[in-house]
Every structure is written in C-alpha cells, then in structure tokens.
C-alpha cells in the first residue's frame, strides 16, 4: 500500500460564525461543532461545550480521555476511522489530509480512575508532548446515574465525530508538505532489499475490558487473534483507543495514527532495514488467552520470515506478561527482538521495573519510570474537575494541596512514558 500524507499547519484556533480553515487557523462554530458531535441524540449526555488551550497558556486539562488529530481522505479507498464513523473499507491507500500541531481533547467528569493531566505550561507541559498543541476541548458532561460503559462510549463518540467533522475542513485544501510511506505485499518487499534485515513491528493493544478496549476496524479487539496489517491502514485511523489505562502509557487514537516506531522504521526502510509491516496482537486477561496469542504471533513473524522484531506494550502489571511471553517465543523462533516499555520501578527507582521477565528479554527500551514523583504548580485555568487528581492513577488522597498545585507520579500525565516512544523524556548518561 502506497499512502501519501498530507500536512497542514495549525497555528491557532478561534471559535468564530463559521467552520473553515484560513490561512492556517482553524476557525470553529460551536453550534457546528454541537451538531456533529451528534449529543442530541445520545440519551447519556447531560451537556457538551467546548474550549481552547494553546501551547504556553496557564491551563491545565483534566481528566483527559482521549486525545485525536483531524485527518481526512481525498483519494483512495475508504474513509478516516472506518468501521467506527463510516463503512468498514480497508483503508491505506491514496492521500490522507492531517492537521498537524492540533489536536482535539476530550473531557468532563470521570469515567475510570485511569485518566490524565495535560499542563500547557510550567513542569508538567514538560512530561506531554500535547503541550505542544493547540487543543480543541470538547467537554462532554454525562447524565446522572448512567453506566460507566455507556460514559465512556458517549465520550469517544463525540470527539470521534468532532475530529471527523474538523478533518473534513481540509478536504479541498493543499497540503504545504506530503510525505509518502509505502510497503509493497510480502513477497515484493522482501525482494525489494533482499540483503537488509527483515523487520517486523508486533504492535501490543490494551483489551483487557471493563474500560480497557481497543478497536481494529470498529471491532473490540479483544476478540481478535493477531493478525497484519499494513502500517498505513493505521495512519488512516484504522485503530482507536477506548480505553482508560493509566494516562503515562495509554496509547490515545491520535498516538495510533502517529506512531512513532512506525514512522522511524519507515525512515530506516531500504536503508538499513527491510521493514514488513505491523502484526496486531491483544493483551490478555486470562492465561489461556495469552498463551494462544503470544503463539500466533511469533507464528505469524516466523511464517513472514522476519529476521528482527519490535515490540510495543501498552499499559503495565498484567500486560507484562503477554510482552514477556511475546518476547520469549518470538526469540525462540530465532528472531532478534527488542521489547518497548516503560517501568514501575518505584519513586525511588529501585523496585523491580515489570512484573515479569526472562533471560530472553536482553534488548529493552525505557520511556522512563512512570512512578516518578512531581509537583505541578497552580494554574490559572482548569478545563475540566481538578477534584478528581485526588483518586486518578498517579495521584493520592492530598495530591490537590491547599495552594492549589498538585504532588502527583508521572504516570498521571498524558503520554509522560507512551511506550511507542511518543514522548518527551530522553536518558541523560552520567
């Protein structure tokens, strides 16, 4: 597939009479924007509105649930999210239009514990790289009483279709900048640069259920075995996050589309790799489950006749396991691999990093130590319940101090330790 990715700059965004794009703003009518979320038809939803946080501003997000970019299909088959917003066509191909340097945040009151902070400025916009936006808040307000599942799916929904609706601006504009990706099938890729390694990305997805979802072409992928798909289809949002595990680590739908394993294995391709493609695969809760899944996949690197392998967890504690066992009958294969992850090692650092391990496991990379202890001072603006940095994973009973900063871990900063490498930390060697 032979996908061809367009860029256009966001510099700001304005709520304005009218949706359109000009001269690099985004300029957004709320009623608009209320009627493509599709609330009103949503018997789960109390109220919705919408803000803007841009990069530098003393406003601190929370809780976040997810986080999108505005892409939009021109040519090829298929559309943005398919399966989830549109028909389920495989996706790709052609030419996608993204909004780069914005993004569309969602919020409001809780869902599950395992929700984050985005700080503009000061300390914590250090440890998200969605500081760096210019963030579009839908603030979606459930009705009293409703089921946890059913909040969490009017949420998603209505950032979805917002992000869709915002893509769908640039459908006619020229991009100021196109980056083509491609990967040919098997046989013509591995042919294409016959003396390079042979490289496979395993691409881990948090399905542990009751709020840890993930979807593949609208499916619950929970319910899949691992399978291939071409780097691309996720570029086109063929992935989606619905799931609330610890903000540090979770992979949001716009971490999914802009992946950064994914894109610097491209940059490596035909130079000193040959790189294959994407094998999905699940996390598991029950042992049985991890067992046939951790089997398919190093099946599927083998019958692929991978000489290398990649693999990216999402979460920790109990996906550790499906990283481990990935690891060790991939390596078994007589396939090198490398596992990304990142660490629970205490706030002293000096716990044991993941819940599980093996000899096998000899190529790491840390995101960094997600228990890490910070201080966030006060901001002047909350978008959002600072209430509830007293229960989020990362913060305790007294986290929100009297003076109004917050004594949290990292790992209730979104993206702080993203374990596709989509973050801001870097090790510094002594």
Do not use: W
Not at 31 to 41: F, K, N, Q, T
Not at 60 to 74: A, G, L, M, W
Not at 120 to 130: E, V
């Amino acid at each position: 597939m032979r996908l061809e990715l367009g860029k256009i700059f966001i510099k700001d965004i304005q709520f304005a009479d009218k949706s359109y794009i000009e001269e690099n703003v985004l300029y957004l009518n709320k009623d608009e924007l209320v009627e493509a979320s599709g609330i009103r038809d949503d018997d789960n939803v109390e109220s919705i509105d919408f803000d803007i946080a841009r990069p530098g501003e003393s406003v601190r997000i929370t809780p976040v649930k997810d986080v999108n970019e505005p892409r939009v299909k021109v040519s090829g088959s298929g559309e943005v999210f398919p399966g989830i917003l549109n028909d389920v066509d495989t996706v790709g191909e052609g030419r996608t239009i993204a909004l780069k340097d914005m993004a569309v945040v969602t919020t409001g009151k809780i869902v599950g514990f395992q929700e984050g902070i985005i700080d503009m400025t000061g300390l914590g916009a250090k440890y998200t790289p969605f500081s760096k936006t210019v963030n579009l808040v839908v603030i979606v307000e459930p009705k009293e009483g409703i089921k946890q599942h059913n909040h969490e799916h009017a949420v998603r929904m209505a950032g979805l279709k917002v992000t869709d609706f915002i893509g769908r601006l640039a459908k006619d504009l020229e991009p100021e900048e196109i980056e083509t990706y491609e990967t040919l099938p098997l046989k013509e890729q591995v042919e294409k640069y016959p003396d390079l390694p042979k490289v496979l990305y395993v691409y881990m997805l948090q399905t542990q259920g009751l709020l840890h979802d993930t979807y593949v072409y609208g499916t619950d992928a929970k319910h899949i075995i691992p399978t291939y798909l071409y780097p691309t289809e996720i570029m086109d949002g063929a992935i989606v996050s619905g799931n609330c595990v610890s903000a540090c680590d979770k992979n949001p739908s716009y971490v999914h589309m802009n992946n950064k394993i994914i894109e610097n294995l491209y940059k490596e391709d035909g130079k000193t790799i040959n790189f294959l493609g994407v094998i999905i695969t699940n996390e598991c809760v029950y042992l049985m489950d991890k067992i046939r899944s951790s089997d398919m996949t190093a099946k599927l690197c083998e019958f692929m006749g991978a000489d290398a392998a990649l693999i990216s967890q999402e979460g920790f504690g109990n996906p550790d396991t499906d990283l481990i066992m990935n690891c060790k009958k991939i390596e078994a294969k007589g396939i090198k691999t490398v596992i990304v992850t990142d660490e629970y090692a205490g706030r002293d650092g000096a716990s044991q990093s993941l819940a599980d391990a093996d000899v096998a496991a000899d190529a790491c990379v840390s995101c960094g130590n997600a228990n890490e202890l910070v201080v966030l001072p006060k901001l002047d603006k909350v978008i959002g319940h600072i209430d509830i940095v007293d229960v989020i994973a990362g913060g305790s009973k007294g986290s929100l101090r009297e003076d109004g900063s917050i004594e949290v871990e990292i790992q209730a900063i979104t993206g702080a330790t993203n374990e596709t490498g989509f973050i801001n930390l870097a090790t510094k060697t002594y």
